[in-house]
C-alpha cells in the first residue's frame, strides 16, 4: 500500500493512453497540455499534503475494508463525524486550489451508495456484486487511484423515459451480455474530472422501470479501456489558456485552470463481470439515485462554500485596494455574503447531523436538509458573485492583457491611471481584479456550474415539497387545534 504523491499521480496518468479530444485533436499529453495539465495540479495537491505532516490527519485515514492507510478521498461514509470530515476537507481544498476535486470527488459518493445497495443485492438476490465492489474498491484505495463519477446520461427527450427514447442509446445501456462479462453502449457527459482519472464508475441517472431493464448498469472501467472516446469541454474562459502570447495576470487562477470535463462515449466497451456492480435489478435503482444524490449534493455544496470564502477574500482585498476597505456599505457586503453563505454550511451539517447509516454500516445525509443545503449554495454563490462584481468595479470584467502592461509605452500609462490606493502597486491590483474575474464567475465556470452540478434546482424543490406536502396536513390540524377551530 503506498500513497501517491503528486508527482506519482500526474506520471501515472501520462502513462495511460486515454482517448481524449480538445479542438478535434487528441491530447496526446494531459500533463503538460494548457488545459488539463493545470486541472491536474489541483488533484495532485490533495495528493501532496497526504504526505506533509501538518495535513496528513485530515488527508488521510484508515480504510474499513482493508485496515491500511488510505488517502481520505477514497475512503466511504461510516459514521457522521467521517461525513463531516468530507465536507469540511472539500472546503478547506477549494480555499486552497479554487478549482474542483472532480477526479475524485463523484466517485466517492456513487461508491457509498454501492457498497450499500450491493450488500442489500446480494442478501436478498444471493448475488455477488457485494464481494465484487469491496474488492475493486479495495484496490481503488490500495493504489490511491483518481475515480471519475459518471452518473449524466445525454438523456435526450427530457420528456420521455430512457426505455420510450428515439435513440436507444440516450441513456447508457446493456447491448450484450457474455460468459466473461458485459457490453456497453451510450454515452455519460458533463462528467468532472474525467480524463485526469484513473478509472470511471459508472451508476444510473434516474431509477429505471421494470421494461428499462439493460439501463439498470453499473460498473467501472480504466479510462483507457478501448471503445472509449472522452471529449474535452472548451468553456470560453479557457479559450485564454489556448492564445499563445497569454501570461501571468492574464489567468485569475494561473495555477490551477478553469475546470476539467468531459463528454464520454460508449462504443460497444467490454465489462468484465468482476467490474459490474448491478446488470439489470431495475428495483434497486430508485434507492441507489435517492442514496446518492443527496450525499452528492451536500459534498459538491461543500466546496461551493471553499470557492465563497475565497469570494469573501477576495472582494475584501479589491475593495482595500480600491481604496474602500472601511466603507460602510462595503462591510454591509461582505456581512450579506457571510451570511448566505453559511446559511447553505449550516444546512449541509445540518443533513450530516440528521443522517442515517444502513445495514451495510454506510452512513447518508437526510434527504431534505442536502437539498435545501444545495439550493442555497447554489443561490449564495451567485450572490456572492454579484457582490464580487459590485465591490470590484468594472475593471472585473474589462481589464487589459499583460502584454499591454508589459509594453513600454502602454505600460507605463496602465500603471499611472490604474492606480487606486497609494500604499498598493498597480501590478497587484490588476493581478487581484483578474482574480475576481475569476471567481466572479466571468474567467471561471465554477458559478454557473453551481446551478446544474449535482442536479438543478427544480430536483432540489421537488424534495423539498414533497417533505413539506407529507407534513402539511399535519400542520393544519395543529394550527386549527391552537386557534380552537373545529371542523
Ligand atoms: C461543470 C459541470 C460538471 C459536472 N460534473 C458531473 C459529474 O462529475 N458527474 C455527473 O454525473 N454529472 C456531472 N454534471 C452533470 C449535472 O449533474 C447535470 O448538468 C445536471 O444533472 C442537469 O442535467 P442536464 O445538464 O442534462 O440538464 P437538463 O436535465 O436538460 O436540465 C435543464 C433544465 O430542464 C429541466 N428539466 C429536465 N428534465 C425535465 C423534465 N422531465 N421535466 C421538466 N423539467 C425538466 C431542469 O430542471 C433544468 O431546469 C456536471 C455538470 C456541469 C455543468
Redesign the pocket.
Known amino acids: 500500500m503506498a500513497l501517491m504523491t503528486g508527482q506519482q499521480y500526474k506520471d501515472s496518468i501520462r502513462d495511460m493512453d486515454i482517448n481524449v479530444y480538445l479542438m478535434g485533436k487528441k491530447i496526446e499529453n494531459q500533463v503538460d497540455h494548457p488545459i488539463t495539465g493545470p486541472a491536474m495540479e489541483a488533484v495532485a495537491l490533495a495528493y501532496d499534503l497526504a504526505h506533509d505532516p501538518e495535513h496528513q490527519d485530515r488527508l488521510t485515514t484508515t480504510s474499513h475494508i482493508s485496515g491500511e492507510k488510505i488517502n481520505f478521498f477514497t475512503h466511504l461514509y461510516r459514521d457522521v463525524d467521517v461525513f463531516v470530515k468530507r465536507l469540511d476537507l472539500m472546503r478547506d481544498m477549494a480555499r486552497r486550489h479554487g478549482m474542483c476535486h ?1 477526479a475524485r ?2 466517485s466517492g459518493n456513487i461508491a457509498n451508495g454501492l457498497e450499500s445497495i450491493t450488500f442489500e443485492m446480494d442478501k436478498k438476490l444471493g448475488t455477488e456484486y457485494s464481494k465484487r465492489f469491496r474488492t475493486y474498491w479495495d484496490r481503488v484505495q490500495r493504489e490511491d487511484l483518481s475515480v ?5 446520461d445525454p ?1 435526450g427527450d ?2 420521455k423515459r430512457p426505455a420510450d427514447q428515439e435513440n436507444p442509446d440516450a441513456y447508457v445501456r446493456i447491448v450484450d451480455e457474455k460468459k466473461d462479462g458485459i457490453v456497453v453502449r451510450g454515452a ?7 480524463s485526469i482519472a484513473h478509472e470511471a464508475l459508472i451508476m444510473p ?1 434516474r431509477g429505471m422501470r421494470e421494461d428499462e431493464k439493460a439501463h439498470a448498469v453499473s460498473f467501472a472501467v480504466p479510462t483507457d479501456t478501448p471503445g472509449l472516446t472522452l471529449v474535452h ?1 472548451l468553456p470560453s474562459p479557457d479559450f485564454r489558456r489556448l492564445a499563445p502570447d497569454a501570461a501571468g495576470s492574464d489567468f485569475g487562477n494561473e495555477r490551477y485552470g478553469v ?1 476539467n ?1 468531459c463528454q464520454i462515449f460508449f462504443d460497444d466497451v467490454f465489462v468484465p463481470w468482476d467490474r459490474v456492480f448491478m446488470c439489470g435489478e431495475v428495483e434497486y435503482t430508485n434507492t441507489l439515485v435517492g442514496r446518492v444524490s443527496p450525499t452528492f449534493r451536500c459534498v459538491t455544496s461543500s466546496c461551493k462554500c471553499g470557492h465563497r470564502d475565497l469570494l469573501l477574500g477576495g472582494s475584501a482585498v479589491i475593495a482595500d485596494y480600491n481604496g474602500v476597505g472601511k466603507a460602510g456599505h462595503i462591510r454591509d457586503k461582505l456581512s450579506e455574503m457571510s451570511f448566505e453563505s453559511e446559511l447553505s454550511y449550516g444546512c449541509l451539517l445540518g443533513a450530516a447531523q440528521k443522517g442515517y447509516t444502513t445495514e451495510s454500516g454506510n452512513f447518508f445525509p437526510n434527504a431534505l436538509y442536502a437539498n435545501v443545503g444545495k439550493y442555497q449554495a447554489s443561490k449564495a454563490l451567485w450572490f456572492c458573485a454579484r457582490m464580487g462584481v459590485d465591490i470590484s468595479g468594472g475593471l472585473v470584467m474589462s481589464m487589459h492583457s499583460q502584454k499591454d502592461m508589459d509594453d513600454p509605452v502602454i505600460g507605463p500609462l496602465i500603471e499611472k491611471y490604474f492606480k487606486a490606493n497609494p500604499e498598493v502597486s498597480t501590478e497587484k491590483r490588476m493581478k487581484m481584479m483578474r482574480m475576481m474575474e475569476y471567481l466572479t464567475g466571468i474567467g471561471n ?1 465554477l458559478v ?2 453551481s446551478s ?8 432540489q424543490q421537488m424534495v423539498v415539497n414533497a417533505a413539506m406536502r407529507s407534513q402539511l396536513e399535519e400542520y393544519k390540524k395543529r394550527v386549527l387545534e391552537l386557534a380552537d377551530i373545529q371542523d
Open positions: 472532480g470527488c463523484v471519475g463519477g459518471y452518473i449524466t438523456k427530457r420528456s455519460k457527459v458533463l462528467i468532472s474530472g474525467a441517472t469541454q475546470y470535463a465556470i454557473a456550474e446544474q452540478g449535482g442536479a438543478p434546482t427544480a430536483n
